[in-house]
């Protein structure tokens, strides 16, 4: 490099840094949008809003939920992959968004691993296997039993196609050889108030959705698909335990920037979501709704989501799930 070329570059170095202290320093100047890609009343919206909360206390400005539901969560994931790199747009999205979807749509509208800066991981759970009053099964052997006498007339419920609550009931069915039906509904609000009303059988559910109904006998947990069993349910078994290994899946939700977001906003909204998940009242509300707050750095998150991606888009392909 000459040294004209040297003086252009350090010039437009000096430049851009006071540019970047100076958004830092009046950031945020109005108020941040958090896009859930799912309806109101659903898990990541129930943790959308605990957040929000929070982040508004930190951050002087108002938090705002938009839900954009549709199409397994990617109508508002693509909106915000398309927003201004403002850090007044941000995304909380899930394993569903960006590690299952690559998957399961051959033209996804969005670029999970390239279109988006991770922010920070928020949450990380089991799913709950969940039987409705209405099904004659009080564990996993029963509901594998009753499912195999009647082939075809147990359904279960989803949060709708290509979710993660969809795929577990996929997986499932997989693992025990069982003929059940998929009903997929839009959101999670109303996929709980099916399994209420006895329209669908069982449902392998986020336990935000079911924990309060587990906990007041209205619906039953059978069995969870994590590793080890759930704090908040310590009598309910793993999928292991009670006979069904090869299904341990965990879900998790996130935050995400549109690409080309500064890191200086990133950090701060890293930091902001931390201290939020941090605050001994969200943590108590999510270990009440089933939840575990992780709030990982921005560095963390971001190869975790690829390591994620990675797994579930083999998964997906491996099972010869599609949507389209």
């Given at each position: 490099?000459?040294?004209?070329?040297?003086?252009?570059?350090?010039?437009?170095?000096?430049?851009?840094?006071?540019?970047?202290?100076?958004?830092?320093?009046?950031?945020?100047?109005?108020?941040?949008?958090?896009?859930?890609?799912?309806?109101?009343?659903?898990?990541?919206?129930?943790?959308?809003?605990?957040?929000?909360?929070?982040?508004?206390?930190?951050?002087?400005?108002?938090?705002?939920?938009?839900?954009?539901?549709?199409?397994?969560?990617?109508?508002?994931?693509?909106?915000?992959?398309?927003?201004?790199?403002?850090?007044?747009?941000?995304?909380?999205?899930?394993?569903?968004?960006?590690?299952?979807?690559?998957?399961?749509?051959?033209?996804?509208?969005?670029?999970?691993?390239?279109?988006?800066?991770?922010?920070?991981?928020?949450?990380?759970?089991?799913?709950?296997?969940?039987?409705?009053?209405?099904?004659?099964?009080?564990?996993?052997?029963?509901?594998?039993?009753?499912?195999?006498?009647?082939?075809?007339?147990?359904?279960?419920?989803?949060?709708?196609?290509?979710?993660?609550?969809?795929?577990?009931?996929?997986?499932?069915?997989?693992?025990?050889?069982?003929?059940?039906?998929?009903?997929?509904?839009?959101?999670?609000?109303?996929?709980?108030?099916?399994?209420?009303?006895?329209?669908?059988?069982?449902?392998?559910?986020?336990?935000?959705?079911?924990?309060?109904?587990?906990?007041?006998?209205?619906?039953?947990?059978?069995?969870?698909?994590?590793?080890?069993?759930?704090?908040?349910?310590?009598?309910?078994?793993?999928?292991?335990?009670?006979?069904?290994?090869?299904?341990?899946?965990?879900?998790?939700?996130?935050?995400?920037?549109?690409?080309?977001?500064?890191?200086?906003?990133?950090?701060?909204?890293?930091?902001?979501?931390?201290?939020?998940?941090?605050?001994?009242?969200?943590?108590?509300?999510?270990?009440?709704?089933?939840?575990?707050?992780?709030?990982?750095?921005?560095?963390?998150?971001?190869?975790?989501?690829?390591?994620?991606?990675?797994?579930?888009?083999?998964?997906?392909q491996a099972a010869g799930i599609k949507i389209d």
């Amino acid at each position: 490099m000459n040294a004209r070329s040297f003086r252009k570059s350090l010039l437009a170095l000096c430049l851009a840094f006071p540019v970047s202290w100076a958004t830092a320093q009046t950031f945020p100047s109005k108020p941040v949008t958090i896009v859930v890609p799912f309806p109101a009343g659903g898990a990541l919206d129930m943790v959308a809003r605990v957040l929000a909360e929070q982040m508004r206390t930190d951050l002087g400005q108002p938090v705002i939920v938009d839900n954009r539901a549709g199409a397994g969560g990617t109508i508002g994931s693509t909106a915000v992959a398309k927003a201004a790199p403002d850090g007044y747009t941000i995304l909380l999205g899930s394993v569903a968004t960006h590690a299952i979807a690559a998957g399961l749509y051959q033209k996804l509208p969005y670029d999970p691993l390239n279109d988006f800066e991770p922010i920070t991981q928020l949450t990380s759970s089991p799913l709950v296997l969940t039987a409705s009053p209405q099904l004659k099964a009080n564990n996993v052997a029963e509901l594998i039993a009753l499912a195999k006498a009647a082939p075809g007339t147990v359904n279960y419920a989803s949060t709708g196609n290509g979710t993660a609550v969809h795929i577990a009931g996929e997986a499932l069915r997989t693992a025990t050889q069982i003929n059940v039906v998929h009903v997929p509904y839009r959101g999670g609000a109303q996929a709980t108030t099916a399994m209420l009303a006895g329209e669908v059988g069982f449902i392998v559910a986020n336990p935000q959705l079911v924990m309060s109904f587990i906990k007041a006998d209205k619906l039953r947990a059978l069995a969870v698909t994590g590793t080890q069993r759930l704090d908040a349910l310590p009598n309910v078994p793993t999928l292991k335990e009670a006979g069904v290994p090869g299904v341990e899946i965990t879900t998790w939700f996130g935050l995400w920037a549109p690409k080309g977001t500064p890191a200086v906003l990133v950090e701060r909204l890293n930091a902001s979501a931390r201290k939020a998940l941090a605050a001994p009242e969200v943590k108590r509300q999510l270990e009440t709704q089933g939840d575990v707050g992780v709030g990982s750095s921005v560095a963390d998150f971001s190869s975790f989501v690829r390591t994620e991606h990675k797994y579930w888009v083999s998964f997906v392909q491996a099972a010869g799930i599609k949507i389209d």
